[in-house]
């Protein structure tokens, strides 16, 4: 039973641009919700949060949005850089547990 | 800077052996937590601890262990390794109650190829 989904296994977009990743989950009970960012041979890192009384939280370039009655999310990158070629992981929260989504690869290009 | 430290980056063990996946905190966090990565599958839950001596089972606990006898190291022990328990796995670590806010930390990860 997947709570968390990443239905886009990859994206690719052109330095500049916008990208935007996707995530829907299925438990309304989460309270919490993080981004991870991943690299190759090394362990995620922590990108940005947003609480399920909240529908939008930037930082910087990042920027989530949260529909809970779509039990949606979505990551806002923008501009997009070669240096955010990674894996990303929506990972939801609950009692101090995270569960992490499926993924998705993004490739930023020149 | 704080940091989850995992003991080997890439170990390759034979079917049948008992294997020590070894995790070290040094942010005096109360919860630890082991997981895998696959392919398509994202990270799994194995187990989780909120406490010394403390283990949860998380998603997928069969053919694993754990040991938390000091509160920062926290061991996945496969008792008896197939194939298909090759993996990357993962330790993180979180303070308690605070996961939400600050994420976890988590380690660089173990590469294990059961052969």
């Known amino acids: 039973d997947q709570q968390v989904k990443q239905n886009s296994p990859s994206l690719s977009v052109q330095e500049g641009r916008i990208s935007i990743l996707n995530c829907d989950y299925t438990n309304s009970m989460f309270d919490y919700f993080l981004w991870y960012k991943k690299y190759p041979a090394e362990g995620p890192t922590f990108l940005i949060s947003i609480s399920s009384i909240k529908d939008k939280n930037e930082d910087g370039r990042f920027t989530v949005f949260l529909n809970k009655s779509a039990k949606h999310l979505s990551l806002h990158i923008v501009p997009s850089q070669p240096g955010d070629s990674a894996v990303y992981f929506c990972?939801?929260?609950?009692?101090?547990?995270?569960?992490f989504g499926t993924g998705t690869r993004l490739q930023v290009f020149p | 800077d704080v940091k989850v430290t995992q003991s080997s980056r890439y170990l390759v063990k034979r079917t049948g052996e008992k294997v020590f996946l070894e995790c070290v905190q040094d942010m005096d966090h109360e919860n630890m937590f082991w997981y895998r990565q696959d392919p398509g599958l994202g990270l799994r839950l194995i187990y989780f601890?909120?406490?010394?001596?403390?283990?949860e089972k998380g998603d997928i606990p069969e053919g694993y262990s754990v040991s938390r006898e000091k509160k920062e190291r926290f061991s996945l022990i496969l008792e008896s390794a197939s194939t298909n328990q090759t993996s990357m796995y993962l330790c993180?670590?979180?303070?308690?109650?605070?996961?939400?806010?600050?994420?976890?930390?988590f380690g660089s990860g173990t590469r294990l190829t059961v052969v």
């Open positions: 993180a670590s979180s303070a308690l109650g605070q996961g939400a806010y600050y994420g976890y930390t």
């Open positions: 990972a939801p929260i609950n009692t101090d547990k995270l569960i």
């Open positions: 601890s909120y406490d010394v001596k403390m283990k």
